[in-house]
């Protein structure tokens, strides 16, 4: 049976990998209202899928090697994982994961880009992904802070077909990536003097919020760290967070609706 999921190409799925699983199932229910639907394959490891009213919008399992630190990773949706495989590694990149089935799911593999930022690929058979996009406790937005912009601007043209464009947003050079008539990702240098130059790159994920600064005052009082205290941008109001085992995520709340991500 066909799928109906997000255009390839774009942001189509983010799970949480960590060694707190029970208290990730607690963690992000109570701060988003998410609910929770465990994976009953004994291969699986309890891996979770996060529902919004009744919609996927994210997951949660345990790490893949038991020194891995917790960690978002963002999905990419694609038609072929294998073709992009080859083009990660034409392209400079490293195949960290080869590409391999999940169940009967989808296709996947994990990848990382010349200054290291981890990404991974989603190709989607009986799973499309996040049902929901842009809206209060659904995945908005995902960005690569990379010391090597310059670099990340060509790899992920040739890999994924994304066009750079700089975009507004005051003292930062901030680009965007488009793809087709609409931006699928963005991209930073890093910021302050506690990022050092010699870091890999990475990416974080940004959920939608009704009100950043009272669901970042909310992540404190359930255990996580604010990072990055909720600030204005161009786009809305934005923070940046740990949860309780230390994994990295932002919050944005969006000054104006975000239009429906394509499908097909």
Do not use: K
């Not at 066909?2 to 189509?12: E, F, K, N, R």
């Not at 947003?169 to 963005?186: H, I, K, P, S």
């Not at 959920?207 to 996580?224: I, K, M, P, Q, Y």
């Amino acid at each position: 049976m066909a799928v109906v999921s997000v255009a390839p190409g774009t942001p189509c799925w983010a799970d949480l990998a960590t060694p707190g699983l029970d208290a990730a199932r607690r963690f992000y229910p109570e701060l988003f209202g998410w609910t929770g639907r465990i994976d009953p394959e004994p291969e699986a490891g309890g891996y979770t899928v996060f529902l919004l009213d009744g919609r996927a919008v994210a997951g949660a399992g345990p790490p893949a090697v038991p020194d891995q630190v917790p960690i978002w990773s963002t999905y990419v949706a694609t038609d072929d994982a294998d073709l992009v495989a080859g083009r990660v590694e034409r392209a400079g990149g490293q195949v960290v994961v080869p590409p391999f089935e999940v169940f009967d799911r989808g296709r996947m593999a994990v990848f990382t880009d010349p200054a290291g930022a981890a990404f991974s690929v989603w190709q989607p058979m009986a799973f499309a992904g996040a049902e929901v996009f842009d809206v209060p406790g659904a995945m908005s937005w995902t960005e690569l802070v990379t010391p090597d912009p310059d670099g990340a601007r060509i790899f992920y043209e040739l890999v994924f077909g994304w066009q750079p464009e700089e975009e507004p947003m005051g003292q930062v050079a901030y680009t965007g990536w488009r793809l087709g008539d609409r931006l699928v990702a963005g991209m930073m240098p890093p910021l302050g003097e506690e990022f050092p130059t010699n870091s890999p790159a990475y990416w974080t994920l940004y959920f939608s919020v009704a009100d950043a600064d009272a669901t970042a005052a909310r992540a404190a009082e359930l255990g996580g760290t604010i990072l990055v205290p909720p600030r204005d941008i161009p786009a809305g109001r934005v923070t940046a967070l740990r949860d309780p085992h230390g994994a990295l995520f932002s919050l944005i709340s969006l000054t104006t609706p975000t239009p429906p991500r394509p499908t097909r």
